[in-house]
């Protein structure tokens, strides 16, 4: 019993040592955590009413542990007493009820120990909500401890300046009006969105989708039933793409779907090894890479971007040696103006197109429509305007069927992988095509002469330039070589530019004056002026009627100018846009008649360009006058009228005229009528006084000229008036 006393007194007294520690480290943190809220606590009525609730909680801890104390000590010195007073082999101690006892202590321990652990949680707590109250209100003040002091954030020197609080409350009204005026500028922009309310009886209002005179909408059930049709769509495009793009890959989350691939089967044809894969990677890479630095060699004005801190050099624009650039004054005044002339931009295509609409963000700002205005004119219904969509739609779609019945070369494309038939050009009963090697043969035949043409075209015109894009490409320039012929200085081509832009000004002047009807473009919306047409004092046109049946009878008149000259001629053909249209040829008939043989007509066709030529070389000796067009700027050669006294010279030929004698105006329609009508009188009296005049303005052949005298018809005498005669003359 004995040994049994002692050993519940040892257990006992640890648990009082341990109980009386955690009592005094209890003690101390809740005077810290005062000390600490006692720093912290603020003049508002929350925090005072925090402060006392965790004074009295602490007091209660206090006290309720100095009570478990004082009882443990009692029952320390009660169980001392009785082993000390009874003979420890006649007295039996009921261990277990004393065993009970101690438990029920320990209990009694465990639960101030619990509660202490609560308080210390309710003590964080409290200290939490006192500083996170403190960091969100600074406006507050601090109700500080006469022996804490610190300096104040925000009334330091330092401190920036601080609105009162009558201006916050300002602020804040503003604010908010501007946020119910946006509340009810969204209300009435976006009805659809629905009114929400806080199931308010007293608020009611009418619904403006389902009042009385609402347009219909579309049933539930239809709806249903077109986003089913579409999701049946969706399934059908997504497989049909899956079978004509097997090289994207299926993409599946379940474990247990499996099958046979298509690209690694028995059958698959042969793909190329990873060796000649990789290779082709390398060879791509380095030409990448070295396109890198041909651009970085070509382009130092992008700049160089490195994630290397060690990496260092000379910036190319920023050296000693830098051409200047312009500052940054004049950077942002270039900027500003730029700015500007946008806006004004942007403004005048607003005031020239209205119809375009205008785009805004706010919705405070209101206006009236000029489409929907009551002064507007009026515009077709919307039953019309579906009714023309669809007849559109409709013909597009015959249009469609028509081109792939005339073209069935262009092919056809389809995403549906269920559409299947047979190629018109591999049937069997197709006609024999070009071979491959004759189709490479050709294309290698152009693309020659396409590189001998360019060579001509660059050796003809230098002036054009060379335009590379290699780096290590280089070369002399053709017009800066110190063997270069000089050109004219920089100020000469600027006045020959402003004279050219003057000119060039006058001539549009010119235009516009002589062709009034053409109208004036202009992009300026400040422009005005008053129209040439629609004066006061303009002449009467003619009413829209009148040229509404001018323009019919002349619609008439080409159709009825258009079926002579098909009917005049026939061999041209007819030219048909439409599949449907079909009919029997004129010259193919079982009946027609027999036609040349193809020689024939080559033949003929011979002897006609040689006539043309023959006639075209009469033509040019006739009339040198003319002159000779040519395009080969490698054609040269002497003129043979030139201004030489031993020259024969014709008509308007030579530059410069024998003194007293006046060159004849010549006209090319009078001389193509001239040689059909030289010898057709219409009277046999005719007077020769005007022919003898026209032919004394020739100049003679000889070196010297001198006029010929005229005579009257008195010294001529009676000659004759045959056209024999006038041609001998």
Do not use: W
Not at 186 to 210: A, L, Q
Not at 346 to 355: L, N, R, S, T
Not at 615 to 643: C, I, Q, W
């Amino acid at each position: 019993m004995g040994s049994s006393a002692s050993s519940h007194t040892e257990r006992a007294a640890p648990a009082s040592t341990k109980a009386v520690a955690s009592g005094i480290s209890i003690e101390k943190e809740q005077q810290r955590g005062v000390r600490g809220h006692t720093c912290m606590r603020s003049s508002g009525s929350e925090v005072d009413l925090t402060k006392i609730a965790v004074n009295e909680t602490n007091t209660a801890v206090k006290d309720n542990h100095d009570a478990k104390e004082e009882k443990l000590i009692s029952f320390e010195e009660k169980s001392e007493n009785n082993f000390e007073e009874e003979d420890c082999d006649d007295v039996t101690v009921d261990t277990d009820y004393e065993d009970s006892d101690i438990d029920s202590d320990f209990d009694e321990i465990n639960e101030a120990n619990e509660d202490e652990e609560v308080s210390q949680i309710l003590q964080d707590a409290a200290k939490l909500k006192v500083l996170a109250q403190a960091f969100l209100h600074p406006e507050n003040p601090i109700a500080t401890d006469p022996t804490q002091f610190g300096r104040n954030f925000f009334d330091r020197a330092s401190a920036p300046a601080a609105e009162s609080r009558e201006e916050a409350e300002e602020r804040a009204g503003i604010l908010a009006d501007a946020k119910a005026l946006k509340n009810a500028a969204v209300d009435y922009m976006h009805p659809e969105v629905g009114v929400k309310t806080s199931n308010d009886g007293s608020c009611f209002g009418r619904n403006y989708f389902s009042r009385a005179s609402a347009p219909e909408t579309e049933d539930p059930a239809m709806t249903l039933e077109r986003e089913l049709v579409f999701s049946d769509l969706e399934k059908m495009k997504k497989a049909a793409k899956d079978y004509l793009h097997p090289e994207i890959g299926v993409k599946t989350t379940d474990g247990t779907i499996f099958g046979r691939n298509y690209f690694n089967r028995p059958s698959a044809p042969m793909m190329e090894d990873d060796e000649l894969a990789d290779d082709r990677e390398e060879i791509l890479a380095d030409m990448r890479s070295l396109k890198k630095l041909a651009v970085d060699y070509m382009h130092p004005e992008i700049g160089v971007k490195t994630s290397d801190g060690a990496a260092l050099g000379r910036n190319y624009f920023t050296r000693s040696l830098a051409t200047e650039i312009e500052d940054t004054e004049m950077a942002e005044e270039r900027a500003k103006v730029l700015a500007e002339t946008e806006s004004l931009k942007k403004f005048a295509a607003d005031y020239m197109h209205p119809e375009f609409g205008v785009k805004k963000s706010d919705g405070t700002s209101f206006g009236r429509n000029y489409f929907n205005r009551q002064s507007a004119p009026e515009m077709e219904d919307n039953e019309i305007a579906n009714e023309r969509a669809d007849i559109l739609a409709e013909l597009k779609s015959l249009k469609k069927l028509a081109v792939d019945y005339m073209h069935p070369e262009v092919g056809v494309k389809s995403s549906d992988g269920a559409a299947f038939g047979r190629n018109y050009f591999n049937r069997p009963s197709a006609p024999d095509t070009e071979e491959d090697d004759l189709a490479d043969d050709r294309e290698e035949i152009l693309a020659d002469m396409r590189s001998l043409k360019k060579l001509a075209v660059d050796y003809m015109h230098p002036e054009v330039g060379v335009k590379s894009s290699d780096g290590a490409a280089f070369g002399r320039n053709y017009f800066t070589r110190p063997s270069a012929i000089e050109t004219e200085y920089l100020f000469v081509a600027n006045e020959r530019a402003e004279i050219l832009a003057e000119m060039k000004s006058l001539k549009k002047l010119a235009v516009d004056y002589m062709h009034p009807e053409f109208g004036v473009e202009t992009c300026d919306g400040v422009l005005f002026g008053r129209n040439y047409f629609d004066r006061p004092s303009a002449i009467e046109t003619e009413y829209l009627f009148v040229a509404n049946e001018r323009a019919e009878i002349l619609a008439e008149m080409k159709s009825l100018k258009k079926l002579a000259v098909d009917y005049t001629h026939p061999e041209v053909g007819v030219k048909s846009s439409d599949g449907a249209t079909f009919g029997r040829n004129y010259f193919n008939r079982p009946s027609a008649t027999e036609t040349d043989d193809e020689e024939t007509v080559k033949a003929r066709a011979e002897i006609l360009a040689d006539m043309l030529n023959l006639k075209k070389l009469a033509v040019d000796y006739m009339h040198p006058e003319v002159g000779v067009k040519t395009s080969d700027g490698a054609a040269f050669g002497r003129n043979y009228f030139g201004p030489e006294k031993s020259a024969v010279y014709s008509e308007s030929t030579a530059q410069t005229m024998p003194v007293g004698v006046t060159p004849i105006e010549t006209d090319m329609n009078e001389m193509e009528s001239h040689d059909s009508s030289m010898f057709e009188f219409e009277d046999e009296n005719f007077d020769f006084a005007e022919m003898r005049s026209t032919f004394s303005t020739f100049v003679p052949t000889r070196s010297e000229a001198s006029p010929v005298p005229l005579k009257t018809d008195e010294e001529e005498g009676h000659l004759s008036r045959s056209p024999s005669s006038v041609m001998l003359i």
